[in-house]
């Protein structure tokens, strides 16, 4: 069986809920072992025991990283994930941060990346209202992004697509 990683920071709760969301749309559709992971409570080498792994990294005011991340964001220049395959979702505030909305999405992934991981799971901008964001890449974002405060009502739906195309992208 295929065992999926699902790492996440979070403070007020909200990426907790979605990475819940997230599982339990996986499993309705795959026949994976998803296994959810605050990254307050373990250390990223446990990444590398998963055969795929979604990573869940809010922002905070002005394109931070959550306090969680920012505490072991370190740790990633100790891992090699060399051919990993890493889907990101991110969490923001497109109207009370338009010009760093989800930009800690785009160090995760930066710092992924230059570990050597393989993204996948890029999720499109249209619907979202923001001037500037890091984790844009052209027309698309470098994973599924969500804004809990402005589009809540969004966010089951977008799960619904994001995790279907993961469920391709990852060949599941």
């Known amino acids: ?7 996440y920071g979070s403070t007020d709760g909200n990426t907790a809920r979605v990475a819940q969301m997230i599982e339990q749309v996986l499993a309705l559709r795959s026949t994976v072992h998803v296994e959810i992971l605050d990254i ?4 990223l080498d446990e990444m590398l ?10 922002t905070w005011n002005i394109g931070q990283l959550q306090a969680d991340w920012q505490s072991v964001f370190e740790e990633f220049d100790q891992l090699d994930l060399t051919g990993k395959r890493v889907a990101l979702f991110g969490l923001g505030d497109q109207r009370g941060y338009p010009d760093t909305f989800a930009d800690a999405l785009f160090f995760v992934a930066d710092k992924m990346r230059e570990r050597g991981a393989q993204l996948v799971g890029r999720w499109p901008t249209d619907g979202y209202h923001f001037r500037q964001s890091w984790a844009a890449d052209g027309e698309d974002f470098l994973g599924l992004v969500l804004d809990e405060h402005n589009q809540p009502e969004l966010t089951a739906g977008r799960i ?13």
Not at 40 to 43: I, N
């Open 40 to 43: 307050a409570d373990y250390f």
């Open 1 to 7: 069986m295929v065992e999926i990683g699902l790492f």
């Open 160 to 172: 619904a697509g994001w995790v279907g195309q993961l469920i391709v992208e990852f060949g599941l």
């Open 49 to 58: 025991a998963f055969d795929l792994l979604i990573v869940g990294v809010p």
